[in-house]
């Protein structure tokens, strides 16, 4: 499944909704890729768009972003500001020639463990045929 | 005095001019073509200056060809193309080629035209273009004050004005600003609301202007039903009352025939213009019409002879 | 405040092409403002590029930085050094600072904006221009609303015919008549008398950059004698 390689994904997610949906799939002994680095935010509305580069810059292959349902945010808008950035970076991407499914916005509930688990499936899986952002050894600039 | 159209106007008669749009083209043939169906139903022609901003023959050059065939050309001269240094001279060139008419205007802006790249000029505006006019004629000035060395552009001097555009209450007011910066003659835009029109008239009469201009009122025939709903529609500072645009529809209703009904529609068209022209000859204060035919010439004639402006 | 835009990432990249080692310098006042050429910006754009050379299999070493305000070479001295070790500066500033970075290095100084106009914040991601730094300003004579700037046509005797309905301009749809406003804001100040008594000269442009290029002297302020 991995096609011969572990990649990194960059989960950004949402303390009210993505962040307790992983912890409730830990919980709920639910398997998922080991790929995902998960970075809790206090809502996706703080998410800036440098984030999500510099998460590529520093050797993501892939980044998801996980807010709550729409109409949920407990910051009223938030999910839905950080989903049209996410959309604003997609278009970048492909701009600079990177594939725009590298990036990812993602709606779900705290409730939601086996939903989390599959969208770490899902995106790993993703990333895998697609294969690493960098063809071949470090990022020349990258100095972490 | 040379102006076929000042002269009309001065001996009271209902004048009546009519618009030729030059082409997109070096042809001058175009030009003599509608020359050809206007010369006996009109006392004089506007030539429109690159209008809606598409590049078309120069009015200057347009103007002089009408004048070879014996029309009174009315040159129209907008400020979106020429700074003032280049109006001036066309003033000049004007009269030397023996145009007699003068129309100032703004002009449309280019930005909907065929070059929206272009650098727009507006460096006066038509007020500032009627004065610039109005004071070489009469004081042998140029704007900046230089004089004119020899014989002055001997001109009858007009403007427009559009009743249908915000603010209401302000166009008589704006009209009264055109005229004391020396417009002899005022060409409106094409009137289809009668009631609104009556108003600005109203006002321009309580402002005691009526007897210091002379209105000639635009009006145009309509081809389809489909032209009135974009000019009601889509055209900024244009007025189509709901009636005209039914009046038309219906005009062509139960005819199958493509041809039997553009028809139906053109002869609705002529008559709705006609009813119009007569209703204005009704309103104090409108001296003529200008009759805006566009790329339909054809059509002066008609409507002439039916609003009984002419013997046919 | 100055507004200006980011050219598109694909021009950037061209510009760029033939460097390896460039300082991205950004501008603190007003481009940052606007949300053009700030230090944030610098960060995303840096971050942007530094991804497609390492994609495009070039990469490109970018020294990220920004100046309180790059139209002051005060501000400007500090990057000096870091400056001398690259082979070209992409100024994020708006023309000014580009102008100002070329007199003072010698090496290529690039811009990252197109500088637009002088404008205001609308509302949060919309700026609109307002003035058109004519050097000779009438807003005292139209109730604080520049027909230069914002009408199309430049009208000193507006409005035009081409008012819409909704009293917005023929030219820009979204765009309010100028004349309309100055009207309504006139008579809101129970000046509209003047308005309508006199009619406005026709423009002295020579004040205008249709003048030439413009310079501006203080003597008082000179420093040498």
């Known amino acids: ?144 | 005095m040379e102006s076929n159209l000042q002269r009309a106007l001065e001996a009271k008669r209902f004048a009546i001019t009519a618009e030729c749009g030059p082409p997109k083209s070096a042809d001058r043939k175009v030009i003599e073509e509608k020359a050809q169906l206007l010369k006996d139903w009109v006392d004089s022609v506007n030539v429109t200056d690159n209008q809606t901003a598409v590049t078309r023959m120069s009015s200057l050059a347009a103007c002089t060809i009408l004048k070879s065939l014996n029309l009174d050309p009315v040159f129209q001269l907008t400020c979106r193309d020429r700074n003032r240094i280049a109006l001036q001279s066309d003033i000049l060139g004007a009269h030397a080629l023996g145009i007699r008419n003068i129309l100032c205007l703004t002009g449309d802006h280019h930005s909907a035209g065929n070059h929206p790249q272009a650098k727009g000029v507006f460096d006066l505006d038509s007020v500032h273009l009627i004065e610039t006019v109005r004071k070489m004629r009469d004081e042998g000035l140029f704007l900046s004050g230089d004089k004119l060395e020899g014989e002055r552009p001997m001109v009858f001097i007009g403007a427009v004005e559009n009743p249908f555009a915000l603010p209401y209450e302000f166009r008589a007011l704006r009209l009264k600003k055109k005229i004391e910066a020396g417009a002899q003659f005022i060409q409106t835009q094409i009137v289809y609301n009668i009631a609104r029109f009556r108003e600005f008239m109203a006002r321009a009469g309580d402002l005691g202007l009526l007897d210091r201009v002379y209105i000639l009122a635009g009006v145009s025939p309509i081809k389809t039903p489909g032209a009135a709903k974009y000019m009601r529609d889509n055209v900024p500072g244009m007025d189509v009352p709901n009636e005209i645009v039914a009046r038309m529809e219906s005009a062509g209703k139960g005819l199958e025939d493509k041809k039997a009904r553009a028809q139906a529609w053109r002869q609705e068209g002529i008559r709705i213009c006609v009813e119009i022209v007569q209703q204005l000859r009704e309103i104090q204060g409108v001296a003529g019409v200008h009759i805006m035919a566009i790329e339909w010439e054809e059509a002066v004639p008609e409507i002439v002879t039916q609003a009984g402006l002419k013997a046919p | 405040m100055i507004v200006a835009d980011q050219k598109p990432i694909e021009e950037i990249l061209e510009i760029l092409a033939p460097y390896k080692r460039v300082l991205f310098l950004g501008c603190q006042s007003c481009v940052a403002v606007c949300m053009a050429g700030g230090e944030k910006e610098v960060g995303l754009l840096a971050a942007a590029v530094r991804l497609a050379r390492a994609k495009s299999g070039a990469p490109i070493e970018i020294a990220e930085g920004a100046a309180k305000r790059q139209c002051d070479d005060e501000f400007n001295e500090p990057f000096g050094p870091v400056i001398q070790q690259q082979e070209a500066v992409l100024s994020l500033a708006c023309g000014v600072g580009v102008n100002k970075l070329a007199e003072r290095f010698a090496i290529p100084i690039l811009p990252a904006l197109n500088t637009r106009f002088f404008g205001k914040v609308e509302r949060q991601g919309i700026w609109k221009e307002v003035c058109a730094g004519c050097g000779d300003c009438i807003l005292h004579l139209t109730g604080g609303i520049c027909p230069i700037a914002r009408c199309a046509k430049n009208l000193l005797n507006g409005p035009c015919g081409g008012v819409r309905a909704d009293g917005t301009c023929e030219v820009k749809r979204d765009w309010p008549c100028a004349w309309v406003q100055i009207i309504q804001r006139l008579e809101e100040l129970g000046q509209l008398e003047r308005l309508l008594s006199t009619r406005m000269a026709a423009k002295d442009w020579s004040s205008d950059r249709h003048g030439g290029p413009r310079r501006r002297v203080r003597e008082d302020m000179l420093l040498e004698a």
């Open chain 1, 1 to 144: 499944m991995n096609n011969g390689f572990e990649s990194k994904i960059v989960a950004f997610c949402c303390h009210y909704c993505a962040f307790a949906a992983a912890d409730l799939a830990g919980v709920l002994r639910l398997k998922y890729p080991p790929d995902l680095r998960i970075i809790r935010l206090p809502c996706t509305g703080k998410l800036d768009t440098l984030f999500l580069l510099k998460a590529f810059e520093k050797g993501a292959d892939g980044v998801l972003v996980a807010g709550c349902l729409e109409g949920s945010c407990h910051f009223i808008s938030g999910n839905l500001r950080a989903k049209k950035r996410v959309l604003a970076v997609k278009n970048l991407l492909e701009r600079l020639g990177i594939e725009k499914e590298r990036l990812e916005f993602f709606n779900l509930s705290s409730a939601q463990g086996e939903r989390f688990a599959q969208i770490a499936r899902e995106m790993t899986e993703r990333i895998a045929k697609l294969g690493p952002l960098r063809s071949s050894g470090r990022c020349p600039y990258d100095r972490g």
